[in-house]
C-alpha cells in the first residue's frame, strides 16, 4: 500500500517556525519522484507552496521564497518543509504530493493543520 504521512503541523505565533514532514511507506522511493508541498486555506483553492526534484532542484511560491525551504533526505524515505517568519496567511492545510515511480498520477497524504495566530 502506498502512503504519504505528513506531520509536524500545529498552532505557532506569527513569526515563528515549523517543521512538517513528509514520511513515504509502501512502494514509494522519493528518489525516483518530484515532491511538491501544497496548501489550502479555508474558501481558497490549493496552491502548490514548494517542490523538490529527484534531481534535487527547487522552486517556491513567491509568497513563501526566503522563508520556506524545502530539503529531502532519500535515506529516510522523508521530504522536509522548513518554515520560518510565519505570517497569519500562511494558516492553511499543508499537502504533501508525489509524483513519479510508484505515483505516475500523483499521490497525496492526508494533510496537516498550520495554525499562525496569536
Known amino acids: 500500500q502506498v502512503q504519504l504521512v505528513e506531520s509536524g503541523g500545529g498552532l505557532v505565533q506569527p513569526g515563528g517556525s515549523l517543521r512538517l514532514s513528509c514520511a513515504a511507506s509502501g512502494s514509494i522511493f522519493f528518489i525516483n519522484t518530484m515532491v511538491g508541498w501544497y496548501r489550502q486555506a479555508p474558501g481558497k483553492e490549493r496552491e502548490l507552496v514548494a517542490r523538490i526534484t529527484s534531481g534535487g532542484s527547487t522552486n517556491y511560491a513567491d509568497s513563501v521564497k526566503g522563508r520556506f525551504t524545502i530539503s529531502r533526505d532519500n535515506a529516510k524515505n522523508t521530504v522536509y518543509l522548513q518554515m520560518n517568519s510565519l505570517k497569519p496567511e500562511d494558516t492553511a492545510v499543508y499537502y504533501c504530493?508525489?509524483?513519479?515511480?510508484?505515483?505516475?498520477?500523483?499521490?497525496w497524504g492526508q494533510g496537516t493543520q498550520v495554525t499562525v495566530s496569536s
Open positions: 504530493n508525489a509524483v513519479g515511480g510508484s505515483c505516475p498520477y500523483g499521490c
